[in-house]
């Protein structure tokens, strides 16, 4: 059997390509690059943007946009550090509160869109303002986390040969991944997400559960989310109100650079874990030269954005073209 | 028999009652809070106050009303406001990042403004390309440069806080004239030159149809993709404008903090003053909306609360009014109203 490049592939592989092509070079370029602790620490680093992208990368497929994940990352980190700090509840307990006011906040979120149509931008744009205003309300500077569950959680991690390690962050990205891509493959409700991304109207008519789905995936992005903090949390051990200020992009563009369609009804959560690979690698680049400051993340996170943008739209083009000619 | 009032004077009702609740509850919580004084010849007080304060909200409320009436929305206004004012500051002193702390020679008021508005432009106008000629949903294209921005600003301070001192510059955001603040004149100026343009020209009504109906513009013979572009570039000029207006006010260039969280203010004054998203657009209401949420801001820190607080009322805000304009709302509470009478 001859392998096709199809439609569906090229913006994957483009992906890895690319991926590819900055960890060779990074390779070539710098002593110490290739080497597994570089590598496992992108699975650290980008721990937390990798959770939140994975719940985006659902958002996305629906034909939706959730722009609250980075002051909801916030939020949750002030949260659990105030509640370890100020009251004797149990860390488990912390834990669940925060999860459940991540899927609080979706529910709202989602049905606000759903029930009373309103663009999802707008919502998720209040969302983001109210999480951040919020995350003020809590406390104005930053709580440090001196719990010892929290501590310990920190410090569990899989022991490989050599004094390497995989940590307990990186533990729980690699599995949410893992349940994602599951969630997305082989469950009705994955499904579901590709045909409302693909025709809302047409799922509608189908008699698929539109409304339910729509609700559902925006609770579980912002569960995600909390998620996604709790992990940025016993990454820093802190809880600080203006964490996670431009998140929003880093993870639509880790979405986008890893195939899925802006407009909705195909992607991939494998692409996204490539696209937050590749983030990570330009961030670990800009370490590693010494002399760029970490402002020039966020543009060439916004130059390589723009670029899988244009390469979707001539794709998407092309295809129609032929189409056509057909 | 004639209505009493216009249905445009209609839509501005509800904005200009939760305006005067506002001023309401100042006039008997806050101590002179409607006191004007002249001191030398300039006004001073409460009012003018919130009317200074709030100028550059409402100078990137008119750029976004036309935007957000072609059912867009601009989301880079802040970073293009941190942009403009990071490149003023650095042309009046550019060897500051270097450690040096001479000015140089000085440089002429018209380069300290053209170079950062006509940068701006060219931003906001890439914007537009992206949205209208490569088909990137608003949101998203303008999201790009809400964060890119800021780090562009700060490659242009070298993340530095730039401080200088110009005097004809400083006059724009701090100077008066007839004894008025000069960026209320701006504002005004500028609100004034829009509403020429696109009321008393078709621009305005090319704007509400490409937001209503754009495949049907297009059919019209509306250059729809140009038009769009070109809103979005207006908005671009707009933002640099009020970035200068913050710089020089101010008398530095902060790239972090020029603008942070004032799209929202902009959106939220947009969505107040009656403008749809994709339609009808009304310029007045949005100068009313960007000045209810002044007013507002200025009344909770006089409360005492700490400023970034406000940003939770400023949600609420326009959730309730994104609710109230909401038809399926309305329909749903009809429905029930009919079911209850039954």
Request: hydrophobic share 55%; proline share 3%; charged share 10%.
């Amino acid at each position: 059997m001859k392998f096709k490049l199809n439609q569906k592939n090229i913006p994957l592989l483009t992906t890895l390509l690319v991926f590819i092509i900055i960890y060779v070079a990074g390779a070539f370029m710098y002593r110490g690059f290739f080497s597994p602790r570089v590598f496992i620490n992108l699975f650290i680093d980008n721990a937390f943007v990798g959770i939140i992208a994975v719940g985006m990368t659902f958002v996305i497929i629906s034909g939706g946009i959730d722009l609250s994940v980075g002051s909801f990352v916030a939020f949750t980190g002030v949260l659990s550090a105030n509640l370890l700090a100020n009251t004797s509840l149990d860390p488990v307990v912390v834990i669940i509160i925060c999860l459940l006011s991540g899927a609080l906040f979706g529910f709202s979120m989602g049905s606000l869109i759903h029930f009373l149509e309103l663009p999802p931008f707008l919502v998720t744009l209040v969302g983001m303002f109210l999480a951040r205003g919020l995350s003020f309300v809590i406390s104005l500077d930053s709580v440090p986390i001196r719990d010892e569950t929290f501590l310990k959680l920190s410090s569990i991690a899989i022991h490989l040969n050599k004094g390497i390690k995989i940590p307990f962050i990186a533990i729980i990205f690699i599995c949410t991944v893992i349940l994602g891509v599951l969630l997305l493959r082989y469950t009705r409700f994955g499904r579901n997400v590709y045909a409302i991304g693909g025709n809302e109207k047409s799922a509608l008519l189908m008699g698929l559960p539109v409304g339910k789905t729509k609700v559902l995936i925006y609770t579980l992005n912002s569960t995600l989310c909390a998620l996604g903090g709790l992990v940025y949390s016993l990454y820093t051990l802190a809880g600080y109100p203006l964490a996670g200020t431009g998140l929003e992009l880093d993870v639509i563009a880790a979405v986008v650079i890893g195939g899925t369609l802006l407009t909705g009804g195909m992607g991939f959560i494998e692409g996204t874990l490539i696209g937050i690979l590749i983030l990570g690698l330009i961030q670990t680049i800009i370490t590693f030269q010494g002399n760029l400051s970490t402002w020039w993340t966020k543009i060439f996170i916004g130059v390589l954005i723009s670029l899988f943008i244009l390469l979707q739209r001539y794709l998407s083009t092309r295809n129609l073209n032929k189409n056509i000619q057909k | 028999m004639k209505p009493l009032l216009k249905n445009a004077d209609k839509n501005l009702l509800y904005p200009l009652l939760a305006l005067s609740a506002i001023l309401l509850f100042n006039l008997f919580f806050t101590d002179g809070f409607f006191s004007i004084q002249i001191k030398n010849g300039h006004l001073f007080g409460s009012l003018i106050d919130i009317l200074n304060r709030g100028a550059p909200v409402m100078l990137i409320t008119i750029g976004m009303t036309l935007v957000y009436a072609t059912g867009g929305v601009d989301l880079s206004v802040g970073a293009i406001m941190a942009i403009s004012g990071a490149l003023s500051a650095q042309l009046i002193r550019p060897d500051y990042i270097k450690g040096i702390i001479e000015y140089g020679n000085t440089t002429s008021l018209f380069i300290v403004l053209s170079i950062p508005l006509l940068i701006s432009i060219i931003l906001g106008l890439w914007n537009g390309f992206l949205v209208a000629f490569i088909g990137v949903q608003p949101i998203i294209a303008t999201l790009i440069l809400m964060t890119a921005g800021r780090g562009i600003a700060q490659l242009i301070t070298h993340g530095l806080i730039i401080v200088f001192e110009h005097e004809s510059f400083q006059f724009i955001g701090s100077g008066f004239l007839f004894g008025i603040p000069f960026p209320i004149i701006l504002v005004i100026l500028l609100t004034f030159i829009t509403w020429l343009l696109t009321r008393k020209t078709s621009i305005g009504l090319f704007i509400e149809a490409i937001g209503a109906n754009p495949l049907a513009s297009h059919y019209m013979g509306i250059k729809v993709k140009m038009m769009k572009t070109l809103t979005y570039g207006f908005s671009g000029f707009c933002a640099g404008l009020a970035g200068i207006i913050v710089c020089s006010d101010i008398q530095a260039a902060d790239a972090n903090n020029a603008g942070l969280f004032l799209e929202l203010d902009a959106i939220a004054s947009v969505i107040i003053g009656g403008t749809i998203n994709g339609g009808r657009f009304s310029l007045a209401g949005s100068i009313i909306g960007a000045l209810i949420i002044q007013a507002l801001s200025t009344t909770i820190i006089t409360r005492g609360i700490p400023p970034q607080v406000v940003l939770v009322f400023k949600a609420f805000i326009i959730i309730i009014v994104a609710l109230i304009q909401s038809e399926k709302l309305r329909a749903q509470l009809k429905d029930l109203l009919k079911r209850g009478r039954k």
